[in-house]
């Protein structure tokens, strides 16, 4: 400014020179004086700084609740949690998952130590309580999951039984003293189990028919053992679906469908359509040029279950795929047909993983539970047995022709995000018991559940290093606006799920098996380790908040950062 505070730059040049510079320069150049502190606020300006800095495909628009470009910046930027602010070491061994409560107060860790350990989550981190499963015979801990009133937790672990033979354990504890309410087998145990309603929740068995071929059955289980009536179920068959070449069913979830109407973000608006998967219908509405050598499929069938012919196989290999070639006929005339047709908003969808070529998990399987089937209350278990000849159709298949490694749903349910390691392009299953070699990238995938379409591109920055025979699953989580994922690259990573960039990645010392969110806020992120760590990350604007009495601008703070 010169002496009658007129600009000796004008405008359009400050603008140009402001163009070159990072934002961070920006902002400290916008505190010189006040014509130079207008231009750095140029909406123009910070478009072109998001896309620049962000690396972001020009065709993405701003996200829909944005105010401002800079606002966007600021957002990506400012409230990721990506600051370590504690880490908590009271594991002895690899810790496997994480889970959060409802209201957000307390957390749950389950490790190879064999505890389940319950957290307090405040300002500062503190355990609650560690209860150890070695004296039920448990090997190690894997998997827990807070009810919807916060009032019990399913705790899911290996158990070694007879001859060292290892299938799984669910126990339910009460948070409100911390007692052991109930144990209910579960087989294979990466079933882990889920919760249906407060009170019932949903395990898993398996019945081997064949070499290769056997039958998974779902059960509905009360968590109070109980009996308060002979008419009282405290446990009731949910589905008994038919397994094939070596494949069973695990890692159950369930959506509830009364939320899909009121996403938190619509992840395919303005996009064209993706590729979209079968609805388990009848024989006659499959495309004809289905592989023929596989022979007519089962009402609801598995699609792409493609095969060699048996002329072109060894001795073996053509014993297993008659074995599987007998199993699909005579499920014909045994399997029942989905119940319904579209979802409803009183259904909820039990999700699982499944395959049809191999033991591998290369399929996501979806049932729709009616709301008579959530509960136990109906007959008592044995009364009309006459069901138990037949196996149930699934409503939905999603082929992913990969490995899948961790599943998780948004907030409100529409959303299911998956972790999968490919295989190789135009790869042909010949023998179930040796599937395709998998890619150590980690794909994330995007389903929506109420259109059931794949949406958005592979989210990728993370890897995975161990071969199939001997995959883990690695956990992830999703948040309103992100979602965040473990990997064996000793890292944790953040995306932001409307623009698909990367935005953080969380060091460790050895593999990150699991990330979860605060569901109260988005701003906090726990990561768990095969180091035997869990490590809480904040936000940089909430890092702020709590370290300084009063908080400093944003544009301060951030001009003397670099990233």
Not at 9 to 20: G, M, N, R
Not at 111 to 116: E, I, L, P, Q, Y
Not at 348 to 353: A, D, E, G, W, Y
Not at 520 to 542: C, F, G, N, V
Request: glycine share 6%.
């Amino acid at each position: 400014m010169d002496e009658g505070d007129t600009p000796l730059l004008p405008d359009c040049l400050v603008y140009q020179i402001f163009l070159s510079l990072g934002p961070a320069d920006v902002l400290a150049a916008g505190l010189v004086c006040r014509q130079w502190q207008a231009v750095s606020r140029d909406e123009f300006l910070w478009r072109e700084q998001f896309y620049r800095y962000y690396r972001v495909a020009r065709d993405v628009p701003r996200h829909p609740a944005a105010t401002s470009w800079y606002e966007e910046f600021r957002r990506l930027y400012d409230t990721v949690p990506c600051v370590e602010v504690q880490t908590l070491r009271e594991h002895t061994d690899q810790v496997l998952h994480l889970s959060f409560s409802h209201s957000g107060y307390q957390f749950a860790s389950c490790s190879k130590d064999c505890t389940v350990k319950i957290w307090k989550n405040d300002l500062h981190i503190s355990l609650l309580h560690s209860a150890d499963m070695r004296p039920y015979n448990w090997s190690y801990t894997q998997f827990s999951q807070f009810n919807q009133d916060d009032s019990l937790l399913l705790a899911s672990g290996v158990f070694l039984g007879p001859h060292n033979a290892s299938s799984g354990e669910i126990a339910v504890i009460s948070l409100d003293n911390f007692t052991l309410l109930s144990r209910v087998r579960n087989k294979p145990y990466d079933v882990f189990g889920c919760w249906l309603t407060e009170t019932n929740l949903i395990s898993g068995n398996l019945h081997r028919i064949g070499d290769i071929t056997s039958c998974s059955v779902l059960w509905l289980n009360n968590a109070f053992q109980d009996i308060e009536s002979e008419n009282v179920n405290v446990v009731k068959r949910l589905f008994k679906i038919q397994n094939l070449n070596a494949s069973t069913i695990r890692t159950v979830m369930v959506a509830d469908c009364s939320r899909f109407d009121s996403p938190d973000l619509l992840l395919d608006a303005g996009a064209s359509p993706g590729r979209v998967f079968d609805l388990g219908g009848d024989v006659e509405d499959e495309d004809e040029d289905e592989d023929e050598a596989a022979g007519p499929a089962p009402l609801g069938a598995k699609k792409g279950c493609q095969r060699p012919l048996y002329g072109q196989m060894q001795p073996q290999l053509a014993e297993r795929a008659l074995e599987t070639k007998v199993a699909e006929l005579l499920a014909r005339g045994r399997t029942k047909p989905p119940e319904c047709g579209a979802a409803s908003a009183l259904d909820k969808l039990l999700i699982f993983t499944t395959g049809c070529l191999t033991y591998s998990p290369h399929q996501i399987g979806i049932k729709h539970i009616l709301p008579h089937q959530m509960t136990t209350a109906g007959p008592v278990l044995g009364e009309g047995r006459g069901s138990d000849a037949f196996f149930d159709a699934l409503d939905h298949v999603i082929d992913v022709r990969g490995h899948i490694v961790g599943m998780g749903l948004s907030p409100d349910h529409r959303y299911l995000y998956v972790n999968s390691r490919a295989w190789p392009s135009g790869s042909v299953v010949a023998d179930p018991m040796q599937p395709p070699p998998i890619a150590e990238e980690i794909d994330l995938l995007v389903f929506d559940l109420k259109t059931m379409r794949e949406v958005k591109r592979a989210l990728r920055a993370h890897r995975a290093y161990t071969p199939n025979d001997e995959c883990f699953f690695i956990f992830l989580d999703v948040s309103r606006d992100f979602v965040a994922s473990g990997a064996e690259d000793r890292h944790g990573y953040i995306w932001d799920r409307h623009y698909n960039i990367c935005l953080a990645k969380l060091r460790h010392q050895d593999v990150v098996n699991s990330v979860v969110f605060s569901p109260q806020e988005q701003e906090l992120l726990l990561t768990a380790s095969d180091d035997a760590t869990i490590k809480a990350w904040r936000s940089p604007r909430t890092v702020r908040i709590h370290e300084a009495r009063r908080p400093r601008s944003f544009f301060s703070w951030f001009a003397g950062q670099r990233r």
